[in-house]
C-alpha cells in the first residue's frame, strides 16, 4: 500500500518530512503555525479544483463556490442545529458535492470555455444567495465566533486536525489519479473525440471527477471554518477561484503536487509581501507573465521534466 | 453484419453523404474508395456515430445503430481508428491502449485500484500484435507518425472490436511503413477473426486485400461488388479508374 503511494526511494525524506511538521508546533512560533495551516487548506482547495482543471481538463472556473458551501454547511450546521459536530464535518464536503454535481450536470454538456462560463455564472449564483440570504446566511456579515468542539479549541489541536486530514486526503486523491478513473479522466482531457470512441461516456466520467473534486473542495471549507471559526461571502466570491487557478497554473497543472507549491508561493506571497504593499498582486502579475514564458508547464511541470530520464531509469529498475 | 442502407447526410446545403448503401458480412475485409471529396470520412463517421445521419438506415447485427451516440456504438463492437492522428499525446504507448482496454472491461470507473496493475496482459498482447511493444514506455507524441498511426489502430482494437473501422491507415506513411500496415491489418484479421473496413487512396493495396470494394463518387455509392466486378464496371472506369 505503502509502496504504492511512495517510490521507495522517497520514504525516507517523505516520513521524515511528515514527522517535522508534527514536531513543528512544539518550537515554532504560532505566526507561522497559523500559516502553514492555511497553506495545507488552500493547498487542498487548489489540488480539488487541479483534478478537474488539470487532470480532468475542464474550466472549473468557479471552483471556490464549493469551498464555500462546505464552510457554509459546517458553519450553519454548528450554530443553528445541536447535531454533534462530526455530522456537520461530513454534511460539509457531501453538500459541496451535491451542488457540484447540480452546477456539473449542466456545465459538462458544454466543452471548453462554454463550460466554463456556465460554470462561473452558475457558481456566483450560488455566491448570491449567499450573500443576499442576511437571515439564514448572514449576508454579508458572514457567521462569526463559531464555537469549537474542545478537542479543536486551540491552534495547535486544529493544526493537527487539519495536517491530518489534509494528509488523508492527499492520498486519496493520489489513488484516484492513479486508478483506472484517475488514467481516464487524463484521456478526456488530453482527447475526448477519441475516447467517445473507444466506448467512454465522457460527461459521466467528468460528472464523476467533479463531484470528487467538489467534495474534497468541501473539505478545504470545513477546515477553513476548523481553523479561523469564521465564514463569510467572499469564500465564494469569484476572486478566490482565480487565486487558487493561478496556484494551480504556477505549481503546474498536469503535476499532482504542484498546487500545493503555488498556494505555499501565493499565501507567502500575500502574507510576507503583502505587508509592506496592499499591490502584492503587482508583483504575483510580474511572476505570473515570467512564468507563462518560460515555463508553461508551472514549476512543478519543469522540475519533472528536467528527472524525467532518471525517473524513467528507476522504474526500470524498479521491474 | 453491418447494413448501410441510403443513408444521407447534409451540411447546409451540401449532401456529403447522398445515398449511400453497404453491406459487410462477417470476416470480411470490404474497402470503400472514391475520389476526395466523395464521402467516404463522412461515412465512416456515420456508421461510429460522430455524426447523426439525416435519414436512412444502419444495422448492425440486427440492430438499428444509427440513433446510438459513439461510446454505445463501441460497445456493440465496432471500433475505429481515424484519418487523422487521434491519440491520447500525453500517455504512453501503453496508457493509450490501456485506457481502451479498460473501457472494454468496464473497469474505467474504478477508483482505488492502481492502473497500473489492470489489463497489463491484454494490453501487452495487443502491442505485441501491432509490433509496439518495445515502445510501450515511449510518450506517445513523441513517436513518428508511422508509429502514431499504428497506435491509432492499436488504440481501436483494445476494445477487441467485432467490426473494425479504419479510415485511411496508410495515409502519411512511407511505401515500406505502408506495406508493413497492410500486412498487419491482413493479419488482423485472420488471426483475430476481425471484419474490417477500410478507406485508402492507393488502389494496388485496395485490389490487392479487399474481398469487397464499394465505389463511392459525391456522396453516392456506384457499386459494390468484388475487385474483378468493380474493375469492369463502366461506370467506375469513367469515374474513377479513367486513368488506369
Excluded at chain 2, 498487419?184 to 478507406?199: E, K, M, N, V
Aim: with cysteine.
Amino acid at each position: 500500500m505503502i509502496k504504492r503511494i511512495i517510490h521507495p526511494k522517497w520514504f525516507g525524506p517523505t516520513a521524515g518530512l511528515f514527522i517535522f511538521l508534527l514536531m513543528l508546533p512544539l518550537f515554532a512560533p504560532r505566526f507561522y503555525i497559523y500559516i502553514l495551516t492555511l497553506i495545507y487548506v488552500t493547498s487542498l482547495l487548489a489540488m480539488s479544483l487541479n483534478m478537474v482543471v488539470g487532470h480532468g481538463g475542464m474550466f472549473q472556473f468557479h471552483h471556490a463556490a464549493f469551498y464555500g458551501v462546505g464552510a457554509y454547511t459546517v458553519a450553519l450546521m454548528l450554530t443553528k442545529t445541536s447535531l454533534p459536530m462530526w455530522i456537520g464535518f461530513i454534511a460539509g464536503p457531501i453538500m459541496a458535492a451535491i451542488i457540484g454535481v447540480l452546477i456539473g450536470w449542466f456545465c459538462v454538456r458544454l466543452t471548453k470555455l462554454y463550460f466554463g462560463m456556465l460554470q462561473i455564472s452558475l457558481g456566483s449564483l450560488i455566491w448570491v444567495i449567499v450573500f443576499r440570504w442576511y437571515r439564514f446566511t448572514g449576508g454579508d456579515d458572514g457567521i462569526h465566533g463559531i464555537r469549537m468542539p474542545a478537542l479543536l479549541s486551540s491552534l495547535n489541536s486544529s493544526y493537527y486536525f487539519i495536517l491530518i486530514t489534509f494528509v488523508i486526503s492527499l492520498i486519496i486523491m493520489y489513488l484516484i489519479l492513479k486508478s483506472p478513473f484517475g488514467t481516464t479522466i487524463q484521456a478526456i482531457r488530453d482527447n475526448p473525440q477519441r475516447c467517445e470512441a473507444v466506448g467512454i461516456n465522457v460527461r459521466r466520467y467528468q460528472l464523476l471527477g467533479i463531484v470528487i473534486a467538489t467534495f474534497f473542495a468541501g473539505v478545504a471549507g470545513v477546515l477553513f471554518v476548523v481553523l479561523e471559526r469564521t465564514v463569510f461571502a467572499h469564500l465564494l466570491f469569484w476572486t478566490l477561484s482565480l487565486e487558487i487557478f493561478i496556484m494551480c497554473l504556477l505549481g503546474g497543472m498536469f503535476t499532482f503536487s504542484g498546487p500545493i507549491l503555488g498556494a505555499a508561493f501565493i499565501i507567502a506571497l500575500r502574507t510576507f509581501v503583502g505587508r509592506y504593499t496592499e499591490y502584492w498582486t503587482l508583483i504575483l502579475g510580474i511572476i505570473l507573465i515570467l512564468l507563462i514564458f518560460f515555463l508553461p508547464e508551472g514549476v512543478m511541470g519543469y522540475f519533472q521534466e528536467i528527472f524525467k530520464p532518471r525517473i524513467k531509469e528507476v522504474e526500470r529498475g524498479g521491474n | 453484419m453491418l447494413q448501410v442502407d441510403a443513408v444521407i447526410k447534409s451540411f447546409d446545403d451540401f449532401k456529403a453523404v447522398n445515398g449511400a448503401n453497404l453491406t459487410i458480412r462477417k470476416r470480411e475485409i470490404v474497402a470503400v474508395i472514391g475520389p476526395n471529396g466523395a464521402g467516404k470520412t463522412t461515412l465512416f463517421n456515420l456508421i461510429t456515430g460522430q455524426l447523426k445521419r439525416d435519414s436512412g438506415k444502419i444495422i448492425f447485427n440486427g440492430e438499428d445503430i444509427s440513433e446510438l451516440p459513439p461510446y454505445q456504438i463501441c460497445k456493440k463492437g465496432i471500433s475505429r481508428s481515424f484519418q487523422i492522428v487521434n491519440i491520447f499525446p500525453r500517455h504512453t504507448v501503453f496508457g493509450n491502449v490501456q485506457v481502451a482496454v479498460l473501457s472494454h472491461q468496464r473497469r474505467s470507473s474504478n477508483l482505488f485500484r492502481p492502473a497500473q496493475n489492470i489489463a497489463i496482459e491484454e494490453t501487452k498482447r495487443i502491442l505485441e500484435t501491432v509490433g509496439l511493444l518495445d515502445k510501450e514506455k515511449n510518450i506517445a507524441g513523441s513517436l513518428s507518425h508511422g508509429d502514431q498511426k499504428i497506435l491509432e489502430m492499436a488504440i481501436a482494437l483494445g476494445n477487441e472490436p467485432e467490426l473494425l473501422i479504419l479510415d485511411e491507415p496508410t495515409a502519411g506513411m512511407s511505401p515500406e511503413e505502408t506495406l508493413a500496415t497492410m500486412e498487419l491489418i491482413t493479419r488482423l484479421a485472420q488471426i483475430r477473426g476481425l471484419t474490417i473496413l477500410f478507406c485508402e487512396h492507393d488502389m494496388d493495396i485496395v485490389f490487392s486485400i479487399a474481398q469487397s470494394i464499394m465505389v463511392m463518387r459525391q456522396g453516392r455509392t456506384i457499386i459494390q461488388g468484388s475487385p474483378e466486378e468493380v474493375r469492369s464496371n463502366k461506370e467506375v472506369q469513367e469515374a474513377y479508374l479513367g486513368g488506369e
